[in-house]
């Protein structure tokens, strides 16, 4: 449910690749591989899977959820932007970024992925490049471990791997139309710690994308993770710390669409 991929670094906001750091926005709430070493049999997949809903509030609860609204902090080389992110089902989002007084939007409603960025040549609402926008399509607002059979996934055991010091179970899921995605579960907890996959675009195309969670607080009676973090090829790139998250929150469809061009009119 929730955003990785490479992105350049920079040095001055007013150069910064906007398109890369959109990248990173599109995938740092999504799924982000691993060396699989000698496998084992004595790990369930799917009492690991449950556990860990039960543990963050419940599968039906999750199930149940019709959108997010959360706001944070976004720290990218040093530099801290004010955010808000909105999620909603089936697969809709929006992402605002303030940045030197001014606002990034990009968001999907289902069918087209657009922005605003008024750092990549105006403020006036635009259909999102291509590789983009096909990260952020891909999003899904439901976990796609709830419920993985049904959706024609699969997920097996790999190995215990240690990550950040902590030796956790290694799962591999492989999605109905063959994209890979694996996650790393501290045993003792039985949630999720790390995610990690390959960049399929941009400059960093290839390069292990991992995405860091913790502060796991409670909100309405689910577990979210308050502080995430992605790295590329081993190098922090990106950091979301949320301040606030609201669920089932009203919200008005027309947010999550491409907003009609105003051709210089009022």
């Not at 950040?164 to 996650?183: A, I, P, R, S």
């Not at 607080?217 to 973090?229: D, K, R, S, Y």
């Amino acid at each position: 449910m929730l955003l990785t991929a490479g992105i350049n670094h920079f040095r001055n906001i007013n150069t910064i690749p906007m398109k890369q750091l959109s990248l990173l926005l599109a995938l740092t709430f999504g799924f982000l591989v691993g060396h699989a070493q000698d496998k084992t049999t004595d790990v369930n997949v799917d009492e690991i899977i449950a556990t860990y809903f039960e543990n963050i509030g419940g599968a039906e609860k999750l199930s149940s959820l019709k959108n997010t609204r959360m706001e944070g902090k976004m720290t990218q080389m040093g530099m801290e932007f004010n955010g808000v992110v909105i999620q909603a089902a089936p697969n809709k989002q929006r992402i605002e970024v303030d940045v030197q007084g001014m606002q990034i939007v990009q968001a999907y409603d289902g069918e087209t992925a657009w922005w605003i960025n008024p750092f990549m040549g105006g403020t006036d609402p635009q259909p999102m490049p291509a590789e983009m926008a096909e990260e952020m399509t891909k999003q899904k607002f439901e976990s796609e471990l709830l419920n993985y059979k049904d959706k024609g996934h699969t997920l097996e055991y790999i190995s215990d791997q240690e990550v950040d010091g902590v030796k956790c179970h290694e799962l591999k899921l492989t999605k109905k139309d063959g994209t890979e995605e694996f996650y790393y579960f501290d045993p003792e907890y039985m949630i999720p710690i790390m995610q990690k996959a390959f960049v399929q675009n941009g400059p960093s195309k290839g390069q292990a994308a991992e995405t860091y969670m913790s502060d796991y607080t409670e909100v309405n009676g689910l577990m979210f993770p308050m502080h995430i973090e992605t790295r590329v090829g081993g190098v922090a790139q990106f950091v979301l710390s949320i301040t606030k998250v609201e669920m089932d929150v009203e919200l008005d469809d027309h947010i999550f669409a491409l907003p009609e061009a105003t051709d210089g009119k009022d």
